[in-house]
């Protein structure tokens, strides 16, 4: 093709800053940036003109203007602005007018009667004969085949509310005669009036619904505040049990280390006193083998007597001691408080369980559930349902991850 056209095939004006594509096609600059503006969204570039397609959005090359706009430009002093091209082109999105030829223009309505669509231009002629004064137009619809019956390839005109759908003038004569019909538009007026109704009661489940939504939300919130305000009077409660568990072990340590303390203090005075005696009993024994090998009978005689009544005299208290002793009771009475206190923590867990079970935090109600609702899709709503903790272990469970009827249990319900 020669570069030395004077118009743009876009806007059948003369050139304005003139680009050429690789085709080698000529166009104003801003027309053929505003054509290809609008097919951004596809991805696929063509020419306006020959309709070769790029992949990829080209680069157009600048050119020197026609000789017809250079001698415009050069004849008149202040040169006239750009003109306005025409972007009404028809593209893969749009429907297309049926009586256009080569380069389809948008079409702005359709005609039911003649089953085409028209731009601006071609619809003219709707508007202006009598011919077409009984047309019915509608805004611009594509897939016309679905307003012709398949059957006789007229248009569709009458609704056959005995068999459920749109037919032809034709159709009454054989396939739908005798069948209750009424006309198109006395159907969707009638459907209209129960769509509306139909729109309103979406409208008031939808407000309905928000409503619940913001009262669920707060219900959340609620809940969570109250969880964690449970949560650290719980934790201020336990430590002050703990401490006082811990009070108690330290009154049992004094009170196991005092009887301890006496306990020793005792028995070493017990066992002064014994050593004392063991040594004035060997001090004795030591003078009684001395003086039975004395030869002085005199001086035997009289310390003979001296220490046989001192002997006499003296009575030695007994030292007993309790083989049983032991502080075992201690540690059986702290057994027995421990198991007290686990029974009664248990009983009392199990009590807290069962309160809190009880409690609903949100449910469906059952009552007012569509038809349509699956069951298990209904499921999903509901509180599985358990059995109610017995013993310690069946309470501990809720502590165990992996429990999917215990974690549905407290998700629903706390």
Request: aromatic share 6%; charged share 30%; glycine share 4%.
């Amino acid at each position: 093709m020669s570069t030395d056209q004077d118009t743009c095939y876009l806007c059948k004006e003369y050139l304005r800053d003139p680009v050429s594509i690789p085709c080698g096609h000529v166009f104003c600059s801003v027309c053929l940036k505003t054509y290809w503006d609008h097919a951004d969204h596809t991805g696929s570039y063509s020419c306006p003109q020959c309709r070769v397609t790029y992949n990829k959005r080209p680069t157009p090359r600048r050119m020197g203007g026609s000789r017809h706009s250079t001698m415009q430009r050069n004849s008149e002093s202040f040169p006239p602005p750009p003109p306005s091209p025409d972007y009404n082109y028809a593209g893969p999105q749009d429907v297309g007018c049926d009586i256009c030829i080569g380069k389809k223009h948008k079409a702005v309505k359709t005609c039911l009667m003649c089953l085409a669509s028209y731009c601006d231009k071609h619809l003219k002629p709707h508007y202006e004969s009598a011919t077409f004064k009984r047309h019915k137009l509608v805004d611009e619809i594509g897939h016309l085949d679905r307003q012709i019956c398949p059957q006789h390839q007229k248009g569709l005109e009458l609704f056959c509310r005995t068999d459920q759908m749109c037919i032809c003038v034709l159709c009454t004569v054989k396939e739908h005669k005798g069948h209750d019909m009424v006309s198109a538009e006395q159907e969707r007026a009638e459907e209209q009036q129960r769509l509306g109704a139909t729109q309103a009661e979406i409208q008031e489940k939808i407000h309905d619904r928000l409503k619940q939504m913001e009262e669920l939300k707060q219900a959340v919130d609620s809940l969570k505040n109250s969880a964690q305000r449970a949560l650290q009077e719980c934790e201020k409660m336990f430590g002050d049990m703990m401490r006082s568990i811990e009070r108690m072990q330290q009154e049992m340590a004094k009170l196991i280390t005092s009887n301890k303390r006496a306990a020793l203090n005792n028995a070493e005075g017990h066992m002064e006193r014994l050593s004392h005696e063991i040594a004035d009993l060997k001090r004795r024994d030591n003078e009684i083998t001395q003086l039975s090998r004395t030869e002085d009978h005199i001086h035997f005689i009289q310390s003979y007597h001296m220490l046989i009544a001192q002997t006499e005299a003296e009575e030695l208290p007994t030292v007993s001691v309790n083989p049983y002793f032991s502080f075992g009771p201690v540690t059986k009475a702290v057994s027995e408080m421990k198991q007290h206190l686990g029974e009664f923590s248990n009983d009392e867990l199990v009590k807290v369980a069962k309160t809190v079970n009880k409690m609903t935090f949100c449910e469906l109600d059952e009552s007012k559930k569509r038809r349509s609702i699956k069951s298990d899709e209904a499921t999903m709503y509901k509180s599985v349902p358990m059995q109610e903790p017995q013993h310690r272990d069946d309470f501990m469970r809720y502590n165990r991850p992996g429990r999917s009827s215990r974690g549905h249990r407290v998700s629903h319900q706390l």
